[in-house]
């Protein structure tokens, strides 16, 4: 599967008009004012048509999250050593990292995907070793990743999915850990979106005013070496080269699994800001993802707002989290959950013998 190397640019699955009108219809019959249950209401409405069915449901839920150090780190960007990328491998088996709490809390399957770190700590149970280099590039010397490593890590991404789609996941969701990735993503979103490094480039794992500007300097370094380097093609080829110049294994391997949901008809919800950026980057590869991906949550970081208001998103929470991991995610499966019970749950004013309002018999 995903032997070509462009997969990628195959026809994502379209969303089943007639379930989601269907679904829009029942909320319509729902005890309740029409529209007074606000987002809650969309949420069930655009599942439907991404499940197929006018009663969606999100009961099992995968959740992957794919490992991975930048070269960039060697300028010091993050507020955290690198080491941290390998140890947290550790700690996400062992049941201890936010997201492994989480995944308990929800009853979701967690599939964590070392794809190399600088302090490797060697094979773990529950943790899926697709290595493909100790640490990407670092990309203000030269590409983060070489062809072959950009391919390999979208194919991490596709597996991931494939394996969720085995599972009978209802609903996919992609997480990220490496040290210094929210440079990598703040330098590929600024290349995406043609911003400036001081608008999307913040804090992180908690860098202060001078290390923030010290890491908009080393953004504007790297956009100042691949800028005349877009590559050849269309402007698929050019969103591609800019993620194998800028991103980094993990970030290429959320893209990847974002695209085989969207090719797949499997739902995708987007955790923060580099997840947000990664499915920048799959839309920009391949814009019939877009229905595919819903949005969790406004992360803290600087440049999530921007990034999201380029996606035309509308996040459902807004909790100052700032982790990755898929954390903010997860803590928004619930209320996906709340909104197909109360779908599905709900009684009609026909069945429950309650009259309807002014405007339904108009
Ligand atoms: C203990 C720890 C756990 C984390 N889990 C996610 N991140 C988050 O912080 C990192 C990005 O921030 P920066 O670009 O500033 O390095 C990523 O690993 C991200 O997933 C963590 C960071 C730390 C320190
Ligand atoms: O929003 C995120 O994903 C994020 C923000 C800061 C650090 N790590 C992740």
């Not at 290429?252 to 955790?271: E, I, K, N, P, S």
Request: proline fraction near 4%; hydrophobic fraction near 50%.
């Amino acid at each position: 599967m995903n032997d070509d190397a462009s997969w990628w640019r195959r026809a994502c699955a379209q969303p089943q008009n007639e379930a989601q009108t269907q679904a829009q219809a029942r909320q319509g019959q729902l005890t309740k004012p029409p529209g007074s249950l606000g987002r809650l209401e969309e949420v069930a409405i655009r599942l439907a048509g991404l499940q197929g069915t006018p009663t969606p449901a999100v009961d099992r839920v995968w959740i992957s999250v794919f490992a991975a150090d930048h070269g960039v780190a060697a300028e010091g960007v993050s507020a955290f050593p690198q080491a941290v990328t390998g140890e947290m491998l550790r700690n996400f088996a062992g049941g201890g990292a936010a997201i492994a709490v989480l995944a308990r809390a929800l009853g979701a399957h967690l599939d964590v995907v070392d794809l190399g770190t600088v302090n490797d700590p060697g094979p773990i149970q529950g943790v899926r070793r697709w290595l493909i280099a100790p640490c990407s590039a670092n990309f203000c010397e030269r590409a983060a990743m070489t062809p072959a490593q950009l391919q390999a890590a979208l194919a991490a991404g596709a597996d991931s999915v494939r394996r969720a789609r085995e599972h009978g996941a209802q609903l996919f969701v992609g997480g990220e850990m490496g040290i210094a990735n929210t440079t990598a993503a703040a330098a590929l979103a600024c290349a995406l979106l043609g911003r400036a490094p001081a608008e999307l480039a913040g804090a992180g794992t908690g860098l202060d005013a001078h290390g923030i500007a010290h890491k908009v300097a080393v953004i504007e370094r790297a956009l100042a070496l691949h800028a005349s380097a877009a590559g050849p093609g269309d402007a698929q080829a050019v969103a591609a080269e800019r993620l194998r110049r800028l991103g980094g294994f993990e970030i290429a391997a959320l893209t990847g699994a974002y695209l085989a949901a969207a090719q797949a008809g499997l739902a995708v919800l987007v955790d923060g800001f580099i997840a947000s950026v990664a499915a920048l980057a799959a839309r920009a590869l391949n814009p019939g993802c877009e229905p595919w991906l819903l949005y969790a949550h406004r992360s803290q970081e600087r440049g999530h707002a921007a990034v999201l208001d380029a996606l035309q998103a509308h996040p459902l929470l807004d909790l100052g989290m700032r982790l990755g991991e898929a954390s903010g995610a997860a803590v928004a499966v619930p209320l996906l959950r709340l909104s197909c019970a109360l779908h599905g749950g709900m009684a009609t004013f026909v069945q429950a013998g309650v009259s309807t309002g002014h405007a339904e018999r108009a």
